[in-house]
């Protein structure tokens, strides 16, 4: 009988080789791994992992890029909604996932597997993330989570592993690190409880500068175009080339808390210098250029995307539908933002738009009115206040 075609989502860490040996040896199945660039891997990068693959006995390799991809479908509306988990954190994995899941999904329909395989254990959000997405992308076809079935520890994968003569660094595994376009995600022992911190070692950039730099980030229509002097043609260049200079002050670097899509807390180490960056500019530029009910109505429905992303749901038809407004938002968000890098946080200095509606041809905030009289004012607040003010006089009694 000719063995079952399964696509694995494969990395080459810990969890995806075990589960190309257990999906080869243990259940006798033709492998085909797909490893998903979304801006993480360097070329050597992905020529390791291409030869671990091989060396695990499967049948094919391949390696699907897709980071203007995640940009186009995903990260710029995180930007355009100024998008923060909890007020922390940028969605790094979460955003991700959903696209190396797509594009795991279109791989096999490609190929006409009869299974689809990935990593996840049994306690986090990416195994809801992969599974909804290939429940409706991909009806019929089994989907296999060997690590998450066989509830596996690290210390039984490891243990597997060398019975089956695989040689890596067993040590390094025990963080569990996912580096991509928009930040880098750690978890380790100490994020499994609700005080340590990590140690530095296990931060993948260490902390190398600390005179304070200027850098200056301009946006159009919502989209990061220059850094400094340097114009790039998309943002998936402009965002790298941000976090080398960033990074190294140690910025962007948290643990975020929070809830996860099965109903338990969990911890996270993430370091993200560009995308906290990018999101705070933009925000500032933003509350520059922006009416007041349009940055109101924005962080309703951003903050509401944000989590739906979290949760899996970046296939839901609503998604496109507050895209379209949150694109729509940013036909005036353009201009330069000035910042100062610091060791472990940054400033926003300032702004220049030529969309400022901070302008003092209609008054200056504290100082000066010019676009009303005193009047005007005094006529304004009694109308504004009526309600409030006629609630309290047939009230009144009710306060004695």
């Known amino acids: ?19 190309a040996i257990y999906l080869h040896k243990i259940l006798g199945m033709e492998v085909h791994a797909v490893t998903v660039q979304t801006g993480g891997f360097t070329p050597e990068d992905l020529k390791q992992i291409e030869s671990r693959a091989q060396a695990l006995g499967v049948a094919s390799f391949r390696v699907v890029d897709v980071t203007q991809q995640y940009y186009n479908t995903c990260i710029r509306f995180l930007i355009y909604g100024n998008v923060l988990k909890n007020g922390t954190y940028p969605l790094s994995v979460s955003a991700e996932r959903m696209n190396q899941a797509i594009a795991v999904a279109e791989y096999a329909q490609q190929i006409n597997a009869d299974a689809v395989a990935h990593g996840s254990t049994g306690a986090g959000n990416d195994q809801v993330r992969f599974d909804m997405v290939f429940q409706s992308m991909l009806p019929g076809v089994e989907i296999i989570t060997p690590i998450r079935d066989q509830r596996l520890s690290r210390e039984a994968e490891i243990a597997f592993l060398k019975e089956n003569g695989v040689d890596m660094d067993f040590a390094k595994a025990a963080y569990s690190i996912n580096k991509g376009l928009w930040g880098t995600s750690v978890g380790g022992k100490e994020t499994l409880t609700s005080r340590q911190p990590l140690p530095e070692s296990a931060w993948p950039t260490q902390i190398s500068k600390s005179t304070p730099e200027a850098v200056s980030l301009r946006f159009e229509k919502g989209a990061l175009k220059a850094v400094n002097d340097q114009t790039f ?3 998936t260049e402009a965002i790298p080339f941000l976090q080398e200079l960033a990074q190294p002050f140690g910025i962007g670097r948290d643990i975020h808390v929070g809830d996860t899509i099965i109903g338990i807390k969990g911890r996270v180490g993430f370091e993200a210098a560009a995308p906290l960056l990018i999101i705070k500019a933009h925000h500032l530029l933003e509350k520059h250029t922006l009416t007041k009910w349009q940055l109101h109505w924005k962080e309703q429905l951003a903050a509401w995307y944000g989590n739906w992303l979290h949760e899996g749901q970046m296939l839901d038809p609503t998604m496109r539908n507050i895209e379209r407004f949150l694109e729509d938002t940013q036909q005036t968000v353009s201009g330069t933002v000035f910042c100062t890098l610091h060791p472990y946080r940054f400033t926003l200095d300032g702004i ?24 005007d004012v005094r006529g304004f607040a009694r109308i504004f206040g009526n309600q409030t003010s006629i609630y309290h006089k047939i009230n009144a009694l009710g306060h004695e």
Do not use: Q
């Not at 000719?2 to 589960?19: E, Q």
């Not at 400022?356 to 005193?374: I, Q, V």
């Open 233 to 235: 043609d998309h943002p």
């Open 352 to 375: 220049e738009s030529p969309h400022d509606l901070m302008n003092d041809r209609f008054g200056s905030y504290g100082e000066m009115n010019t676009g009303w009289t005193g009047d």
């Open 1 to 19: 009988m000719k063995p079952k075609k399964v696509v694995l989502a494969f990395s080459g860490g810990l969890d995806t080789t075990y589960c």
